[in-house]
């Protein structure tokens, strides 16, 4: 299998609503990649861009739309899409370009620009139900999330105070991202007292709607040399989707996450997870799937995430730093373009990029994604 | 790296409606087929799956959601692409040749059926800001660019109308094609104008159906099969986006997307090497442009050709002898691996009435109004 | 590193800067298909009906034609109860538009009985005290009556304790 190293990456600020464009924020992006890599757009082969639902940019195939701004055209383009699991799912089809030999240098860009739905972006996600077997209920997205929190509390007998901790950490670990949307010193009391959505979700265990874009460069070993000498190698990728009947299974363990960690672990030859990684960026798009996706992941045992999370052990300085950049909570959720503060912040942490942010002596990392109906995840190993 | 093959194919018919199933059954069906072709259990033997799919077509935000049950990927590595069937094919490739997985599932639909306000959705695809406000119906960027492939090439409205004549006749032999007709050439001249040139009969009519096909390495492709049918090279590309800065008459993202693929399969001289294809015919003066941008006849000639029966099914390079969308249906985003399908039928000599003879064929296949996006893939009987 | 690009803008700025708006006319009428034309048809009959797989045994709620764990065709048609046990649940003061209620909607997955494990739909609560929604509660669905029903899952108005319980 050949080797392939992540040599560049960029972002855009996250925001609420941003100004520029779909393909102005791809641009901004994918310059900033290029520029961090030393490289021009001729220097790449192929494109990769990941967007999730059409329906926020408000264009169907957008992603048609946003190829120059990738830097796609007159090259081979393709865009990918798989919900809220694209932040990962697109590095990892920019890994296979070059990992199949098909291409040298890839570069992935992802984007979403919430801001331009009205009269809210939650309106897109009425599209996301059943025609048939929900849509007729009327459906407000936050209830999903709420029942599967709801069982996992119960499952494992686990606090919001608990829970509530690790929007507390990541809110407060984005303070030091230049990006963010959403950070702030906060404490477990501004959670509990934060608007009950659905309960158990109040207002403050949930990430914001964003625009924003990423962008990472993948090369092949034998062309790094000359560009960097800082690569950071993938080591390992793994991808699974689970069945769309989210009411026939009981949602208190995320097995497609597990299926995708174990498939990227074992290409990584990782067999201990929680000892063998330095850095994790799991997908937290509320509080408790943070802890939901840890186990996920299997960097703990079943329960022990939130216990781990209260002893400190997910700090920056902890033995286990999970979301040093703020995640999606305190950083933004642009969907597919939290590519961000995933897997471009474990490129970041292993080269040594991540300022501020920076977590001692990170050499192994993983990113994961998460996405549509509690059903997908993406999984990426990284090592400097 | 390992050689790639596909050793299973299968499909539902090619009709204007299909009120009778739902999107996941025709999926279901077209897999089933599949998989019993290559003699696979997808639960076991199939290691990762991909569809294509756009949500707009679909009805659905994050359409990736309802795919993998009836494919039978639950519980398995699963995408969803946004391109047409030939992109997946690619993606499909590239994931066997990383030598991660050694069985991939590729499946594209359409049940465009279940789409009331198409012309709205495929006006929603054009730029917000400096196209759309126009309105109107998108078929016309179909009619400028037919005008501009006319004027510099010196091609006819005629010929396009052969074009038409030739891919319905050809359906007529194809049992899974929904649109075929007994044409002449008067007849499709005299069909009511519709976006200048474009006549009524230029215009392939939407269809339903599904494909599904299953790629395999080499090593497994053997054990499957004693018919495997080799990807001997693949490419796909994008022209600029913008309507205001693209080649009018010529197919550069075809000509970028074959000259890729035929790089990867050592071919360097198209028109000699191959001896069919199967290229998109949405339109039917893209049937010319794709055979021109995929070097599959001289610049310019492929209106003079086409007229003078040169594309024939018993022709001297038969194109579309599956009857393409004119003669199938436009299948949206699943036309391309339609196209694929017919290739891998003919290669198996699997094309009842419709056999050709022929080692190589490609297959060239183009997203549709108002992209500048296709993908070509070089199919053979020997890798 | 760079600084990194964007502007950003309030929700009133937003209303200034230069813009295009578009209201997409978008419809579409799904063929329901075999499995799920014969459930809404059962669901006007006052019924919940599912599949059985007779490879793995499951009894598939809601129905399918096919068995996506053995890939094959689903064999025989099995009329359930209309009673279950809430697997989670949520009380939601958000309604599908976002706007804050009052009184919140209760909400959640019920495991069909005569279905195999974990086979749930999603459907509201009521009639009852929103303390006592609880996980493994016994339920039991509340029908519309017959000339109201339509074939679709709102035809079950919601589901309520069932008797003797609390």
């Not at chain 1, 299926?259 to 074992?266: D, G, N, Q, S, T």
């Not at chain 1, 996706?293 to 997910?314: D, I, R, Y």
């Not at chain 2, 039917?284 to 003078?308: F, T």
């Not at chain 2, 390079?317 to 039928?345: H, T, W, Y």
């Amino acid at each position: 299998m050949r080797h392939v190293a992540c040599i560049g990456a960029g972002m855009t600020m996250f925001s609420r609503r941003l100004k520029e464009t779909g393909k102005e924020m791809c641009f901004e992006a994918a310059r900033m990649a290029l520029d961090e890599a030393g490289l021009e757009l001729s220097d790449i082969d192929t494109v990769v861009c990941g967007s999730a639902p059409d329906a926020f940019d408000g264009i169907h195939m957008k992603g048609e739309n946003l190829l120059d701004g990738c830097g796609g055209a007159k090259k081979p383009y393709m865009r990918v899409f798989t919900g809220g699991g694209t932040g990962v799912l697109a590095p990892i089809a920019g890994w296979w370009h070059v990992a199949s030999g098909v291409s040298d240098v890839c570069m992935v860009i992802c984007e979403e620009k919430m801001s331009s739905c009205f009269p809210h972006p939650q309106s897109a996600f009425a599209h996301i139900w059943d025609p048939i077997l929900e849509r007729p209920l009327q459906p407000n997205l936050v209830w999903i999330f709420a029942m599967e929190m709801n069982r996992y509390m119960q499952v494992h007998n686990i606090s919001k105070e608990d829970i509530a901790l690790v929007s507390v950490k990541n809110k407060g670990n984005a303070l030091d991202h230049p990006s963010a949307q959403l950070a702030a010193k906060i404490t477990v009391d501004d959670v509990l007292n934060s608007e009950v959505m659905a309960w158990p979700v109040q207002r403050l265990d949930i990430s914001p709607p964003s625009d924003g874009a990423a962008a990472l460069i993948f090369a092949a070993e034998d062309k790094v040399g000359p560009i960097t000498d800082n690569p950071v190698w993938v080591e390992g990728v793994g991808w699974c989707i689970d069945s769309t009947m989210w009411t026939n299974r009981d949602l208190y363990f995320p097995q497609y996450v597990a299926r995708a960690a174990k498939m990227a672990y074992r290409m990584a030859g990782i067999h201990n997870p929680f000892k063998e990684i330095d850095v994790a960026e799991p997908y937290d798009p509320f509080d408790y799937k943070e802890l939901h996706h840890m186990e996920g992941l299997l960097l703990c045992k079943k329960g022990e995430a939130a216990t781990l999370t209260k002893e400190g052990v997910t700090q920056r300085d902890g033995d286990l730093p999970t979301c040093p950049s703020g995640g999606l909570l305190g950083v933004g959720n642009p969907i597919a373009a939290t590519m961000g503060v995933k897997a471009c912040e474990i490129y970041w942490q292993l080269a040594g990029k991540a300022e501020k942010r920076q977590v001692a002596d990170a050499r192994t990392g993983v990113c994961q994604a998460w996405g549509d109906l509690m059903q997908y995840s993406s999984v990426m190993v990284m090592r400097s | 790296m390992t050689r790639v093959a596909i050793v299973g194919a299968g499909c539902t018919d090619f009709r204007s409606i299909t009120p009778e199933v739902s999107w996941k059954e025709i999926m279901y069906k077209a897999a089933s087929r599949a998989y019993h072709d290559a003699g696979v259990d997808p639960r076991r033997d199939v290691n990762s799956f991909i569809t294509c799919a756009e949500d707009y077509w679909e009805g659905f935000s994050i359409f990736d959601e309802f795919t993998p049950d009836q494919v039978g990927a639950v519980l398995r590595p699963m995408i969803t692409t946004c391109g047409d069937g030939i992109y997946g094919l690619a993606n499909a490739f590239m994931q066997i040749k990383t030598g991660l997985m050694d069985v991939v599932a590729v499946e594209s639909h359409s049940k465009i059926s279940d789409l009331i306000t198409y012309r709205d959705v495929v006006l929603f695809a054009f730029d917000p800001v400096y196209n759309r406000p126009l309105g109107g119906h998108p078929y016309y960027i179909g009619g400028l660019e037919m005008r501009k492939y006319l004027q510099k090439t010196g091609a006819t409205e005629e010929d396009c109308a052969h074009v038409v004549v030739k891919n319905k006749k050809n359906a007529m032999k194809n049992p899974m094609a929904g649109h075929e007709a007994d044409l002449t050439v008067d007849q499709v001249m005299k069909s009511q104008p519709m976006f200048e040139p474009l006549k009524k009969l230029d215009i392939a009519p939407l269809s339903d159906g599904a494909v599904v096909l299953v790629l395999a390495c080499e090593e497994k492709a053997r054990e499957i099969t004693d018919n495997p049918v080799w990807i001997r090279g693949v490419g796909w590309a994008s022209d600029t986006c913008w309507l205001e800065q693209r080649q009018w008459w010529r197919a550069v993202y075809t000509e970028i997307a074959s000259k890729n693929a035929y790089k990867m399969a050592r071919i360097s001289y198209p028109r000699k090497e191959i001896d069919f294809a199967e290229v998109d015919d949405k339109f039917s003066y893209k049937e010319l442009q794709h055979i021109e941008a995929a070097q599959l006849c001289p610049p310019g000639q492929a209106g003079r050709l086409v007229s003078e029966g040169y594309f024939d099914a018993d022709g001297a390079f038969p194109v579309n002898r599956s009857g393409g969308s004119l003669g199938c249906g436009n299948l949206i985003d699943a036309s391309g691996l339609q196209r694929a399908l017919e290739v891998v039928l003919q290669l198996r000599g699997e094309a009842g009435s419709r056999q050709l003879d022929g080692e190589t064929g490609v297959a060239v296949s183009w997203r549709g109004v108002p992209t500048a996006s296709g993908a070509s893939i070089v199919l053979g009987v020997d890798p | 590193m760079k600084k990194f690009a964007g502007e950003r803008l309030s929700s009133e700025e937003m209303k200034e800067v230069t813009h295009e708006e578009w209201a997409p006319a978008v419809k579409y009428a799904w063929s329901c298909g075999e499995a799920m034309s014969r459930f809404l048809n059962e669901l006007k009959k006052g019924k919940l009906i599912g599949r059985k797989c007779h490879k793995c045994k499951r009894v598939i709620f809601p129905p399918k034609m096919f068995c996506e764990f053995c890939f094959r065709p689903t064999d025989e048609w099995v009329y359930l109860p209309d009673t279950g046990t809430v697997m989670t649940y949520s009380l939601s003061y958000l309604d599908k538009d976002a706007r804050r209620i009052e009184e919140p909607i209760l909400v959640g997955v019920i495991a069909i009985d005569g279905a195999s494990e974990h086979m749930g739909i999603m459907h509201y609560f009521s009639e009852m005290d929103p303390d006592d929604l609880d996980f493994g509660l016994k339920v039991k669905a509340v029908w519309k009556p017959e000339k109201e029903r339509e074939g679709s899952v709102t035809d079950i108005k919601y589901f309520k304790p069932l008797e003797g319980e609390k």
